[in-house]
Antibody, heavy 120, light 107 residues
């Protein structure tokens, strides 16, 4: 069974940093591109970042470019999102999502999400 | 970025109804469209990809159609567990973008 479990969310002050993690199991992690998608409270879904299976290709939404860094450790079956210079508008539930095989940036499995709150 | 719109934004329906949700892309996306279902407090669930391909395990009452700029999600016979918010998403080009969602609630 595919499982994605996020952790690392919490309350942080504007300008602060946070590192999210996503532990994957139930599939060959090193064969799949992975993504972060977020959802602000009461709002819709926003793609944040993608990383290819071997970390060769990395993409970011303009809203986080230069502030967030996606990475992965295939030996540990883990995905990460380093978030710096956090703003109030980054407040959201952050989901780790697996890219559909052959499906580009569509997402077939999602974690339960971790809440990031940016507030003073 | 490609802008996705959905209509209606919300509506009420009854169990057993046939419902259709429309999604429109601001430019052609071929068939690079996915549909997701999200229930309150839960992660989104992939229903359909490539505009009309049913994800494994998704009931056959869900179907998708369309190509280019106009797409539809149809639920042939609404069940109680289908009351949720539905999002379309294009993955034709970077950045992938979602529609604003369509909330289906109980009449």
């Amino acid at each position: 069974e595919v499982q994605l479990v996020e952790s690392g969310g919490g309350l942080v002050k504007p300008g602060g940093s946070l590192r999210l993690s996503c532990a994957a199991s139930g599939f060959t992690f090193s064969s799949y591109s992975m993504n972060w998608v977020r959802q602000a409270p009461g709002k819709g879904l926003e793609w944040v970042s993608s990383i290819s299976s071997s970390s060769s290709y990395i993409y970011y939404a303009d809203s986080v470019k230069g502030r967030f860094t996606i990475s992965r450790d295939n030996a540990k079956n883990s995905l990460y999102l380093q978030m710096n210079s956090l703003r109030a508008e980054d407040t959201a539930v952050y989901y780790c999502a697996r890219a559909l095989s052959g499906g580009g940036w569509s997402f077939d499995y999602w974690g339960q999400g971790t809440l990031v709150t940016v507030s003073s | 970025a490609i802008r996705m719109t959905q209509s209606p934004s919300s509506f009420s329906a009854s169990t057993g109804d046939r419902v259709t949700i429309t999604c429109r892309a601001s430019q052609g996306i071929s068939s690079y469209l996915a549909w997701y279902q999200q229930k309150p407090g839960k992660a989104p669930k992939l229903l359909i990809y490539a505009a009309s391909t049913l994800q494994s395990g998704v009931p056959s009452r869900f179907s998708g159609s369309g190509s280019g700029t106009d797409f539809t999600l149809t639920i042939s016979c609404l069940q109680s567990e289908d009351f949720a918010t539905y999002y379309c998403q294009q993955y034709y080009s970077y950045p992938p973008t979602f529609g604003p969602g369509t909330k289906v609630d109980i009449k």
